[in-house]
């Protein structure tokens, strides 16, 4: 099983949690390739048995590159077949996510986007959180985001098994 790490990034926030998820899945003997939206043209997805998706959150919703690559996610390819979604993203967010019982995050609307294309999610999304427009990181999420790829590549193996 060899799967796929997608991110957008502007400020490289995304892009560490991006890394920290490709690393850990690589130390769990995941096999995994990792790129930038921007690079995704290189990109053959149908090499791949697996899918994960973050985007940093803008405007409560993802990237306009990552909306513009799901539109290539094709279901044909990728029905039945794993992902997971990440995004960063402030902690007023996701408190005023749940004040208002709505989803304004990046990873939550990949994810729908995800199931509607009739693929199989392995976990709840991650929101990694990040302090203001640009961040950084809050303290202890790259550690949360190794903890998340720990249990996406045990979810992984029983897909497998
Ligand atoms: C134009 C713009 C809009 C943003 N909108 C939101 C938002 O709606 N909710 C939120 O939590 N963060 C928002 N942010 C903060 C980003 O989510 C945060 O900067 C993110 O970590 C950037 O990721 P990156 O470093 O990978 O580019 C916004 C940032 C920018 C620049």
């Known amino acids: 099983m060899k799967g796929v790490i997608i991110y957008d990034t502007s400020h490289g926030n995304t892009k560490k949690i991006a890394e920290t998820l ?3 899945l690589k130390a769990s003997e995941i096999d995994v390739d ?3 939206v921007k690079e995704v043209k290189k990109i053959s997805t149908s090499d791949y048995n697996f899918l994960v998706l973050g985007s940093p959150t803008k405007f409560g919703t993802m990237s306009f590159a990552m909306k513009s690559f799901l539109g290539k996610v094709k279901s044909e390819v990728w029905t039945d077949k794993p992902f997971a979604a990440f995004d960063t993203e402030n902690p007023e967010n996701v408190e005023q996510s749940r004040i208002q019982n709505k989803e304004w995050s990046a990873a ?4 729908i ?3 509607e294309k009739n693929m199989k999610q392995l976990l709840p999304v991650l929101k990694a959180l990040v302090l203001g427009w640009k961040g950084p990181l809050v303290d202890g999420e790259v550690d949360r985001a190794k903890g998340y790829a720990t249990q996406l590549a045990s979810k992984l193996k029983e897909e497998e098994a």
């Not at 939550?108 to 994810?111: D, F, G, L, N």
């Open 113 to 115: 986007k995800l199931k």
């Open 22 to 24: 490709t690393e850990t």
């Open 34 to 36: 990792l790129f930038d």
């Open 108 to 111: 939550e609307k990949i994810a």
